[in-house]
């Protein structure tokens, strides 16, 4: 069984995404909790995927950095 812990939003916030969202059936969420899970799973797809491209280009600068050194040392 899954268990829940609650969030706070302030309620203007609420009010714009039950409106937005909710109340629209076009969109296709039937609550608030709803969207806003699938909004936060989103947004923490997004940052992985941006920690993932820094980890990858920190990794590039530093086989840059080692070139770098070795031809420093090699010209000496």
Known sequence: MLKYSTISVPKTLHEEIR???VEDPRVGYSSVAEF?????RLRLD????????????LKEL???VKKIKKLIKSSK
């Open 46 to 57: 997004e940052l992985k995927m941006e920690l993932k491209s820094k980890d990858e280009n």
């Open 36 to 40: 806003s899970k699938e909004a936060i």
């Open 62 to 64: 530093e086989k840059v």
């Open 19 to 21: 409106r937005t969202v």
